[in-house]
């Protein structure tokens, strides 16, 4: 591009061109001249250097846990950089070799690495190869002694223990100038031996001295030499005999001679006890353990106050627990095979039961439970008596208790009707079962239920995380334990009162939750609303633990109020007793609360906190922890007076109280028979019942009777659950002839896993059953929303029909029924859960088998077309003639698969 010349002209450019171009040949001349060594002209001295790194100080010597400051200093007195520090390479050293911190500051270790130098160093943190080290010398530490035992020495061979601090590797306990044979048990304790001589009676230095590097003595502590005593100690009784479990103590006595001082100090096996061998008071009252110690015998001693050296025995042999009996249940059994259930204590892995003076098969479940299995004929009719015998040594029986064993030839129950009902009443039928029903009849069998003793969810570990150890608990007692009823209610309660793991997975929160569950399952729903109210588990689930007292234009927290009136009690329209809607005037469903109400009730369920810790002071918001009911921090509630539901709760009253008032007046609401009972019956016996029957049912909770059940007050579950099983409408399907094809539910996946369990008599501890149950949708106690595994309500598509239990029953879903029927049958769904087909074997021919299946699955309503497909099925499997017992096998595994996996036992009718 063209530019102008600038109005100077162009020879004045020039001019100034060869002006710069003479100056820049000067520089470079110059430049040449400083830079060369060369031609002439004098050279130049260089430039002098940057200053250097040096650390303070430049050695050290430290003992044991000693520290040391180091800093960094110019030569040239300018400010040092910035360093990283390091101890023998280590940035920030490490245990063995001491610490220094960012700043400088050196930590010797307690004691010195094997190689006692270490090397601090410096190094710019801009130039990693500047770097400057100071050399440490490490020695032990000083050693420090706080106690030696004993104190008083007796002159003569003697045994000696010195507690304190910094005892190195080789260090030695010293007796005045004497050095004692020490023994080095752990940097904080001595043990030594020696001879004590007459010469050194009285006070006596005892010293610890470390070795090299760097040997030290610790400061004295001073012992008694004293003559060889004439103490003795005798302890009475010098033998006992205890048995395991006993409430009574053994009393020992010691007595002392030889001194003024009759003092003594107890212990068991040179211990203070233990759960496992016992416990001795102060004043020598020794308790025995609950169980038989290995060994079995104890040695219990009695040490002189006056002289520690000075003591006497005494031996207890243990013997087995004396065995008690506290109840039987059932307490009424049938003709036939039999399962009862004995509680107590005493109860050991060997004991056994006699039934009637002959040998019962026994199962020890616990220390307090055991079950037996037996056979009884029409002859034993009558009163039965049962005793527990533990064996030697010290064997010992038990008080008898009593059962009844009737005739039941003439209680007409068919055993399609007992299946049916146990089904509804349980958690699965059992072959055994079924005869006892048969035998006594539906009511005594009911009555038996009701006061079965309840299952347990022992108390979780320290160690517990999460929820994997009460599944176990629920599945092992669902598929084992005899209160069935209880533990089938307690489950429908749950789906009803739900508390959901993904919030809430805490084990100790969810076993209050499901202990209040099984407590009240037979007791009454005002209970069961308040107890489940209280657990910090549902407080944490729906917001009501630390729910505070709303400020000025502020609400409390709804969430609770909302939810238990919609879910747990209620509904969302007014019902009728029969259970159908309440109808507006313009044809809708009249509504059962205002926003108005769940406002109110929010305020009322204010100032409820975690329970405080043991020893814990209480707080308004007291930490997260579940070990107990909800405690009230009165001023966090809101004691104002409210309007809800249309009656009025007086202002002054106490979180408690209020929580009173606001559930009673829930409680009395029209809505809660009909609401309930309705949930209650879809869960136990059919999705669709009449307005009759909810009616009916609704009757016996209002009155709290049905029959002679119920203890007459409203919200009784007893009358509650006879009404439910007794009602025609449950009944009417024990005959095919009155069966209606519209009645009976779809097996949910956990009752249907663990009835299979049952019918097949499985050994379980409770494993394997969850996993395939989680991929049926529904995962115990894992609730994925508050209308729980699947909602009351749902239409079953192109039918007018309700199936709640259609929700999670899907392509996927039906096909993991299937497969967890193929692996229970053909495998096994844990290590430690499978069940025996021997009754289905033993039933005969095919024939037999698909006769046996037919009743005890299907209650006898197995179509003519399903068996047909079924035999065909079975006669394809090659076998020999005669069948072997693998041919026989793999024919009833076949029965059973093509049965369970069929939509006939699918549905539960």
Not at 44 to 73: H, N
Request: some cysteine; charged content about 10%; proline content about 7%.
């Amino acid at each position: 591009m063209y530019h102008a010349e600038h109005p100077e002209g162009a020879a004045a450019v020039k001019r100034k061109r060869a002006l710069l171009l003479g100056i820049f040949v000067l520089v470079l001349n110059g430049c040449a001249g400083l830079t060369s060594s060369h031609g002439g002209g004098s050279s130049q001295p260089p430039p002098p250097e940057a200053g250097q790194l040096a650390v303070t100080p430049a050695s050290a010597t430290l003992r044991g846990g000693d520290s040391q400051p180091f800093s960094i200093t110019m030569s040239d007195n300018s400010a040092a950089p910035p360093v990283g520090w390091s101890v023998n390479g280590v940035a920030g050293g490490n245990a063995a070799a001491g610490t220094i911190t960012s700043s400088g500051v050196y930590s010797a270790p307690e004691f010195p690495p094997a190689s006692n130098r270490v090397t601090v160093a410096a190094t710019e943190t801009a130039d990693a190869s500047k770097t400057v080290s100071s050399t440490v010398t490490l020695e032990n530490p000083i050693p420090q002694i706080s106690s030696i035992a004993p104190s008083s020495i007796t002159v003569g061979n003697f045994n000696i223990t010195a507690k304190g601090a910094h005892f190195a590797t080789g260090a030695t306990l010293y007796l005045g100038s004497t050095a004692l044979a020490t023994t080095r048990v752990s940097p904080t304790q001595l043990t030594a031996t020696g001879t004590a001589t007459s010469s050194q009676m009285g006070t006596i230095a005892v010293t610890a001295k470390n070795p090299d590097p760097g040997t030290i003595s610790s400061a004295a502590v001073n012992a008694q030499i004293v003559g060889a005593s004439a103490i003795s100690v005798v302890v009475s009784p010098a033998n006992a005999t205890a048995h395991a479990g006993s409430a009574a103590n053994i009393n020992f006595g010691a007595t002392v001679t030889g001194s003024t001082n009759h003092g003594v100090t107890w212990a068991v096996n040179n211990t203070s006890g233990s759960a496992t061998i016992g416990y001795i008071t102060a004043q020598g009252n020794y308790r025995p353990p609950v169980a038989l110690p290995n060994p079995a015998t104890i040695t219990i001693t009695a040490t002189s106050s006056a002289d520690p050296t000075k003591h006497g025995t005494a031996m207890v042999t243990i013997q087995n627990p004396v065995p008690t009996i506290t109840s039987v249940n059932p307490g009424t059994i049938g003709i036939g095979a039999f399962v009862l259930n004995l509680t107590g204590t005493g109860f050991i892995s060997t004991s056994t039961v006699n039934f009637g003076g002959q040998p019962a098969t026994t199962m020890f479940v616990s220390s307090t439970e055991l079950v037996i299995s037996g056979t009884v004929t029409a002859a034993q009719a009558g009163t039965v008596s049962i005793t527990v015998v533990n064996p030697d040594p010290g064997g010992a029986t038990s008080a008898p208790i009593t059962a009844q064993i009737i005739n039941g030839t003439s209680s007409g129950v068919s055993a399609a009707s007992a299946i049916r009902f146990l089904e509804q009443s349980s958690f699965g039928p059992t072959p055994t079962l079924v005869n006892q029903v048969q035998q006594i009849g539906l009511d005594t069998y009911l009555q038996n239920q009701f006061s079965a003793p309840a299952s347990t969810y022992p108390t979780p570990a320290a160690t517990d995380s999460g929820l994997g150890n009460i599944q176990l608990t629920f599945y092992k007692n669902a598929v084992n334990d005899n209160d069935q009823l209880r533990q089938r209610a307690a489950f429908a309660l749950h789906e009803i009162w739900v508390v959901g793991a993904n919030k809430v997975n805490d084990p100790t929160g969810y076993t209050n939750y499901m202990r209040a569950l099984s407590k009240d399952a037979l007791g009454n729903y005002y209970d069961v609303m308040k107890d489940v109210t209280l657990t910090p588990a549902m407080g944490h689930w729906l917001d009501m633990v630390n729910n505070d007292k709303p400020g000025n234009g502020q609400h409390a927290n709804e969430n609770y109020a909302r939810e238990l009136m919609q879910l747990f009690t209620l509904g969302l329209s007014q019902l009728n007793a029969d259970g159908t809607a309440i109808l507006d005037g313009t044809g809708n469903p009249a509504p059962t609360y205002t926003q108005d109400d769940v406002m109110a009730l929010g305020r009322s369920l204010t100032g409820w906190t975690y329970p405080p810790e043991a020893g814990a002071p209480p707080q308004k918001h007291n930490p997260f922890y579940f070990g107990g009911n909800m405690v009230p921090f009165e001023s966090n509630h809101d004691s104002g007076a409210k309007t809800f539901l249309g009656q009025s709760i007086g202002a002054g009253q106490s979180a408690e109280q209020e929580l009173d008032s606001a559930l009673t007046v829930i409680f009395n609401h029209p809505n809660l028979p009909p609401f309930v009972c309705k949930q209650l019956i879809e869960k136990l016996v059919t999705s669709n019942p009449s307005p009759g029957y909810v009616q009916r049912v609704s009757q016996a909770f209002t009155s709290g009777r049905y029959n002679s059940y119920g203890s007459g007050k409203r919200g009784d579950l007893q009358a509650t659950l006879a009404a439910i099983l007794f009602d025609q409408e449950a009944r009417r399907g024990d005959s095919l002839t009155s069966a209606d094809p519209n009645d009976g539910k779809l097996r949910e996946p956990i009752v249907m896993e663990i009835g299979v369990a049952r019918m097949f008599n499985a050994a379980t501890d409770g494993s394997g059953f969850n996993s395939w149950s989680a991929n049926m949708s529904q995962d115990l106690f894992n609730s994925p929303s508050v209308f729980n595994y699947f909602p009351p309500e749902n239409l079953i598509p192109q039918t007018t029909l309700n199936g709640p239990e259609f929700a999670i029953f899907n392509t996927n879903t039906s096909l993991t029924r299937v497969n967890f029927t193929n692996s229970i049958v053909y495998g096994q769904i844990s290590g430690k859960t499978t069940i025996d087909l021997t009754p289905v074997i033993n039933a005969g021919t095919p024939d037999q088998m698909v006769a046996w299946l037919n009743t005890q699955l299907l209650h006898d309503s197995m179509s003519d077309s399903m068996k047909q497909s079924i035999l065909t099925a079975i006669a394809a499997i090659s076998t020999a003639n005669p069948p072997t017992a693998k041919d026989l096998k793999n024919q009833a595994r076949t029965a059973v698969y093509l049965v369970l996996s069929s939509s006939q036992y699918q549905v539960q009718r």
